[in-house]
């Protein structure tokens, strides 16, 4: 299965949400992840329209999760930046051809779609298994307790010097 590097960027924006007590600007997420501001905009637009994220308006404003993070899967994100189309879609090619299968006798699915679907609907069951809580975890489990506390400080500090 193949997704856009948006997916990836979102993922990333919404572990670093877990460490903030304020909402986070767009423009310090880009900063912290060295990537272009319009780029990560869209991203963010996509978590947002999905319901994942919401934008607070003003002085002090920026990104929050819209709930809690034990309750944002990964499947959630890429769905939002990636959108909910299967990542396979049959085109009947058994159709085509000199030796073309009748539509009549096409009723099931070929065992290429099936192998391709039961591939999809795992990856999707196995995303669907991972918040975002239980990344920020992973992230603190594989270079330390002082990552996040680090991050939230950043962000602070990034906010003051805005």
């Known amino acids: 299965m ?3 590097g948006g997916v990836e960027w979102a993922l990333h924006c919404c572990v670093v949400l877990t460490a903030s007590k304020e909402p986070v ?5 880009a900063q912290l992840h ?3 501001g319009s780029y990560l905009a869209k991203q963010l637009q996509a978590l947002s329209r999905a319901g994942l994220i919401h934008s607070a308006q003003g002085k002090s404003g920026g990104y929050v999760l819209t709930r809690a993070a034990e309750s944002i899967t990964v ?3 890429v769905q939002a930046v990636d959108g909910p189309a299967p ?3 049959c085109t ?4 085509r051809g000199p030796l073309a ?3 009549a006798a ?5 065992p290429i779609a099936r192998a391709m679907g039961a591939a999809e609907e795992a990856w999707r069951q196995a995303l669907a298994t991972v918040t975002i809580a239980d990344l920020a975890r992973d992230v603190t489990a594989d270079y330390g307790p002082e990552v996040m506390p680090g991050i939230q400080a950043w962000l602070t500090g990034s906010r003051k010097t805005a």
Do not use: G, H, K, W
Request: net charge negative; hydrophobic share 50%; charged share 15%.
């Open 2 to 4: 193949r997704m856009s």
């Open 25 to 29: 600007p767009a423009a310090t997420l």
């Open 34 to 36: 060295d990537v272009s």
């Open 75 to 77: 499947l959630d994100v």
């Open 87 to 89: 990542a396979f879609v």
């Open 92 to 95: 009947e090619i058994r159709q």
């Open 101 to 103: 299968a009748p539509a």
């Open 106 to 110: 096409c009723t099931a699915p070929c």
